[in-house]
């Protein structure tokens, strides 16, 4: 998306480490007039897919999530994460680990929100490692949802959260794919 | 806004202890196409009070200040929740305690965000005690913004949260205000 990688070079920071700061427009502060131009987006994407509920897992995703989910006109769930350790027999859960807090989440949504017959499209900020999706790819399984898809606003090309997705066999759609980005700002896009 | 407390009255679960569950349409799973009927309705309210941003705190405010925004072509700046006790010169930081987990959480918001000349509508689902609105008032305020008004979609009419904030002398809209919630499921609205 070609708008976004505009936005992307304009208004990113790149920090050392690899970490690309875009919370002037996608998360923190949200430009809403373009990230519902994202969800039109997904939505072209994805339009035939049937997709019955959209999921995605607090806090950065919901704002686009829902933004996205008007135009398919279904409902969103997030997944939560959890801090208590007794999860009740009602919710899937599963273990994500989080490289950016250094430790181990357990997700969970309620059973009541996500069943067998259901459409799910996965929607996120960020894929970098993958740890995220595939948590949210397990918790649709585990309720006999089918996956029609990710969709994804910037990807990092250059971790490994793509392949692994695709090797779950899932549908990848990232509207900007980062194949590198360099200590003094550079940033190259995938085409 | 009358469709909302038939909402209320079809899918809300009375618990013990004054709790009431709207997770299967509000946050959890959230309703799209009636969470636009509702950032609609705040539109509505605040269409003439000169709003150049949105705010809120995560994460169950982020979906519907992200659908009521667009009405408004504003931007949505959410508040975050830091775990770690460094707050760098960087944000504009308050203490807000939250009864439902029993702890205090530093809330945050980057200066880069919030500026004098801002006009600020609050959004959230839920307002009880009170103790997130009176925590971003307080962010807004540190900012030098104006703070425009809070809409609230659920106001716990017999908690102090409404009072403390008409005090603080913010115009607060409150689409559905119970009145009293009986342990075998009766839910009273005030008008």
Same mark, same amino acid.
């Given at each position: 998306?070609?708008?976004?990688?505009?936005?992307?070079?304009?208004?990113?920071?790149?920090?050392?480490?690899?970490?690309? =700061?875009?919370?002037?427009?996608?998360?923190?502060?949200?430009?809403?007039? %373009?990230?519902?131009?994202?969800?039109?987006?997904?939505?072209?994407?994805?339009?035939?897919?049937?997709? /019955?509920?959209?999921?995605?897992?607090?806090? +950065?995703?919901?704002?686009?999530?829902?933004?996205?989910?008007?135009?398919?006109?279904?409902?969103?769930? %997030?997944?939560? =994460?959890?801090?208590?350790?007794?999860?009740?027999?009602?919710? @899937?859960? /599963?273990?994500?680990?989080? @490289?950016? &807090?250094?430790?181990? @989440?357990?997700?969970?949504? +309620? =059973?009541?929100?996500? +069943?067998?017959?259901? =459409?799910?499209?996965?929607?996120? !900020?960020?894929?970098?490692?993958?740890?995220?999706?595939?948590?949210?790819?397990?918790?649709?399984?585990?309720?006999?949802?089918?996956?029609?898809?990710?969709?994804?606003?910037?990807?990092?090309?250059?971790?490994?959260?793509?392949?692994?997705?695709?090797?779950?066999?899932?549908?990848?759609? +990232?509207?900007?794919?980062?194949?590198?980005?360099? !200590?003094?700002?550079?940033?190259?896009?995938? &085409?």
């Amino acid at each position: 998306m070609e708008r976004l990688e505009q936005r992307i070079l304009q208004d990113g920071v790149v920090r050392p480490g690899q970490v690309l =700061k875009v919370d002037s427009f996608l998360n923190h502060q949200m430009d809403i007039p %373009f990230l519902c131009e994202i969800g039109q987006e997904f939505f072209r994407l994805f339009r035939d897919s049937g997709v /019955t509920k959209i999921v995605t897992v607090e806090a +950065s995703g919901i704002g686009i999530a829902c933004l996205t989910a008007q135009y398919f006109h279904v409902p969103v769930v %997030f997944a939560k =994460k959890s801090k208590t350790l007794n999860i009740s027999g009602d919710v @899937y859960s /599963t273990e994500v680990m989080s @490289y950016t &807090h250094g430790r181990t @989440y357990t997700v969970i949504i +309620s =059973k009541s929100f996500l +069943s067998a017959g259901d =459409k799910v499209l996965l929607i996120d !900020d960020f894929l970098a490692n993958g740890c995220a999706m595939l948590g949210l790819i397990d918790l649709a399984r585990q309720a006999g949802a089918e996956v029609v898809g990710a969709g994804i606003v910037i990807e990092k090309g250059f971790q490994r959260g793509g392949e692994l997705i695709r090797q779950a066999g899932v549908r990848l759609e +990232s509207l900007a794919v980062i194949e590198s980005m360099e !200590d003094d700002g550079r940033i190259t896009f995938r &085409h």
